[in-house]
């Protein structure tokens, strides 16, 4: 095998190496994630048991709102999509509505427009 054979194999082995890395540091990152999404469940089931005692409705469609308008904000400090992360959230969200709650939304597609405007303006 010439040097430059065997350079290359080298550099091949060390692109393998960093792309298993990578895949690691990903798979971390995914199992943290989802550590994070159950935490926020909890609070969630907190939060609807503490409205469900005050009688108060579980969906306020100012909270979520804000906790879009939140991560809008986040998402354009981080360098990310804003219609991405919007809609990644409005399904976290939506997630844990009541039955008969979904009269009450903004249809996605309405908020995911106002993003993808907001976005190219």
């Known amino acids: 095998m010439m040097w430059h054979d065997q350079r290359h194999l080298a550099e091949t082995r060390d692109c393998e190496m960093k792309i298993s890395d ?7 990152l995914d199992r943290r994630l989802v550590a994070l999404l159950a935490q926020r469940e909890q609070l969630v089931r907190l939060i609807h048991t503490g409205k469900s005692h005050a009688r108060e409705p579980l969906y306020s469609p100012e909270r979520e709102q804000e906790v879009l308008s939140h991560v ?3 998402a354009v400090q981080f360098g990310l999509s804003e219609s991405l992360v919007v809609e990644i959230y409005l399904k976290i969200v939506r997630n844990f509505l009541e039955p008969g ?3 009450l939304l903004s ?3 309405v908020i995911l427009t106002d993003v993808h405007h907001a976005e190219n303006s």
């Open 22 to 28: 990578y895949r690691e540091e990903i798979d971390e």
């Open 72 to 74: 809008r904000h986040l």
């Open 101 to 103: 709650q979904e009269e």
């Open 107 to 109: 249809p996605p597609e």
